[in-house]
């Protein structure tokens, strides 16, 4: 006999009973189990004719009580054991004045997808796509005894959360009506035995629904294409020269009838990529040979390096906080935050070695980053914690949050480059700490700068200073960590393409959602953030032999191509410049901000552009074949 087997509607393990299904009060149906593998189940319910068209039809549920106290439960991308950290209103906890929150399954990045566990047995469902009625999902409490619930048609509230921070007064329940007989909804069902009760154990729920979700339908981009439409989308569209400055603006918004550069928030890294889009165009002129690319991002780097630095170490991050205060560095408008500070830990690095294959020597970038790791070093609290952001004096502004590990990760870069050991131990002991913090929560936490809540984008330093470490000392643990917290990230990403209404944008553009991943639980839309961690699943899966981590990068890599404007792109009346790419895709109910769903952000940012470029140029870099820096004249 199987572990897990069902038997008159309970799910067993070794003999004892870990879930009951619900009936089904007021129908006639039957329930089917069909054992798929070892611990997962094909859960199909079969509402028969004539019990439908009753008028006061709604709803048709497919229950599972968990007879064993659940530890921590989620729904992907969505909630996270009660999403209670950080202070923004985003869906919180089981209920919403009293009423279970139910969600729509294209809210979750698997369908409907419900996990728990207990101490002794990990539980994952999903609603099968190919059922009559699409669902929706919710966990319900009562007497201490959790059931994971799928609700048919799909349906939203008791409010739907429909943009950050604000909800919609109303539920919402799809209005099917049944008009062909029997109705067939069907389940799939994950359970695995835990060996210990420490940690967490999803690892299984979301392998197999990549597994069994899988499609092969995303669009593939040849990576020349993709090259040359990001350098049409920065040079002709982003760059600017204004004010003893150099840069890039954010992104384009449409006024007045036409895009127009965004320039209140000049970054060297997150949102901004300054020193990332120069660094590419340094690149851009060693592998194509146009010393204008080599001229404009040494403009922008050399900028930066000029006006930026501190005396204490630290490095300005917003120009345009440059521009308004210049010299005045007392004010407490300015923080320089983990996430930007990292970018010029990593960018100014790779500019100095790119530069010497230019014929450059650059010496004073390799200071700022010395000084900046060293400043970094000095402020490590005893723990190991690093902080988030500071103000120009050196004063933490804000120390919570697993963001502060992006340091961790530069300064293990920092090492490799000047193999200081006082920057290898800080960056392990910080890696302790927020490790330490993520399996006592179950997820991490403040990524971006705009909000306060549980998110994927924290995790991606995390991940990447455990493989860093590992390449650095070779501890088997410390690659176990990185896959660790690779399922993590991994439950923010697609494994499904959602199902878009005709009408809609994405159903008119044929946006496919599987490999996006979500934002965070405050921001309930798509982006290709993913691709900053491209890389480091490939190298993952390279060095782990487990081939799902190169698929997992690879469907991030294609879904970040979707909606890239070739110049004639035309959107709502607007036609999009080369390479314009929106931020969000709303693949849910998620406002534009003219109230649509399924809608863009209508709004065309930079930053993915220098996450997939920075991955074309080490690319190309390597590839490169006869280059002659002389004959090219590359001063």
């Not at 500071?390 to 340091?407: A, I, K, P």
């Not at 809609?504 to 839309?525: E, F, K």
Request: aromatic share 14%; with cysteine.
């Amino acid at each position: 006999m199987s572990l897990f087997y069902v038997e008159k509607q309970k799910i067993y393990c070794e003999g004892r009973v870990v879930a009951v299904a619900e009936p089904l009060s007021g129908f006639h149906y039957r329930d089917d189990w069909e054992e798929k593998e070892e611990g997962v189940f094909c859960w199909t319910r079969t509402v028969f004719s004539g019990e439908c068209d009753r008028e006061d039809f709604e709803t048709i549920h497919m229950a599972l009580k968990l007879v064993e106290p659940v530890g921590f439960y989620m729904i992907p991308g969505v909630l996270y054991h009660g999403n209670s950290w950080g202070d923004g209103l985003e869906p919180k906890g089981l209920v919403h004045e009293g009423e279970p929150w139910v969600f729509a399954s294209h809210r979750a990045g698997i369908p409907a997808g419900l996990y728990c566990q207990s101490e002794k047995t990990a539980f994952g469902m999903w609603a099968e796509p190919s059922s009559n009625l699409t669902a929706s999902c919710s966990f319900t409490e009562e007497k201490g005894q959790m059931t994971a619930r799928l609700l048919f048609p799909e349906q939203e509230g008791p409010v739907i959360y429909c943009a950050r921070d604000t909800y919609e007064d109303r539920n919402y329940i799809d209005p099917y009506v049944n008009k062909s007989g029997n109705i067939r909804v069907s389940a799939v069902v994950v359970l695995k035995k835990r060996s210990s009760a420490e940690g967490y154990d999803y690892d299984v729920y979301v392998q197999k629904a990549w597994e069994y979700l899988k499609r092969e339908s995303q669009i593939v981009m040849d990576r020349r294409s993709v090259w040359d439409l990001g350098f049409s989308f920065i040079k002709d569209s982003a760059y600017f020269e204004e004010n003893e400055l150099a840069g890039f603006a954010m992104g384009l918004t449409w006024q007045n009838g036409g895009w127009k550069q965004k320039r209140d928030y000049l970054e060297i890294g997150w949102v901004g990529q300054h020193a990332s889009l120069a660094v590419s165009l340094i690149c851009k002129a060693l592998i194509d040979g146009d010393n204008s690319d080599l001229i404009k991002g040494l403009k922008v780097l050399d900028c930066w390096a000029d006006k930026a630095v501190l005396p204490n170490g630290l490095f300005r991050c917003r120009y345009d906080r440059v521009l308004q205060y210049k010299d005045d560095t007392e004010n407490r408008d300015e923080r320089h935050d983990a996430a930007n500070l990292y970018s010029v830990i990593e960018e100014y690095l790779e500019a100095y070695h790119v530069l010497l294959e230019a014929g450059i020597d650059r010496k004073s970038y390799l200071t700022i980053v010395q000084r900046l790791c060293d400043f970094i070093t000095s402020v490590q609290r005893k723990d190991g914690k690093l902080g988030k952001a500071w103000y120009n004096d050196g004063t933490c502004s804000d120390q919570d949050g697993t963001v502060g590990c992006y340091l961790a990760s530069g300064l293990c870069g920092a090492y490799m480059e000047f193999k200081k050991p006082e920057y290898l131990a800080a960056a392990r002991k910080a890696f302790e700490f927020y490790y330490r913090e993520f399996m006592e929560h179950g997820y991490t936490t403040a990524g971006a700068l705009d909000t306060c809540c549980v998110d994927k984008e924290s995790a991606i330093p995390l991940l990447e200073t455990a493989v860093r470490l590992y390449e650095i000392e070779g501890n088997e643990l410390d690659l176990e960590r990185a896959v660790v917290v690779s399922r993590y990230l991994a439950t923010w990403q697609y494994h499904y393409d959602v199902v878009f209404p005709e009408n809609s944008i994405l159903g008119q553009l044929g946006y496919l959602t599987r490999g996006g991943t979500a934002v965070s639980v405050q921001h309930h839309h798509i982006d290709c953030y993913g691709l900053v961690f491209y890389e480091i699943w490939l190298k993952l899966s390279s060095l782990t032999g487990d081939l799902v981590w190169r698929e997992r990068a690879e469907a991030v890599w294609n879904n970040s191509l979707y909606n890239m404007s070739d110049g004639r792109m035309v959107i709502k009346g607007q036609r999009r410049p080369r390479g314009a790419q929106d931020e969000g895709f709303l693949q849910t109910r998620w406002h534009t901000k003219k109230g649509e769903y399924f809608g863009v952000s209508e709004w065309l940012v930079v930053w993915h552009h220098a996450f997939r470029l920075k991955i074309l140029r080490k690319e190309f870099l390597a590839k490169r074949v006869g280059y002659d820096k002389e004959e090219k004249n590359i001063c």
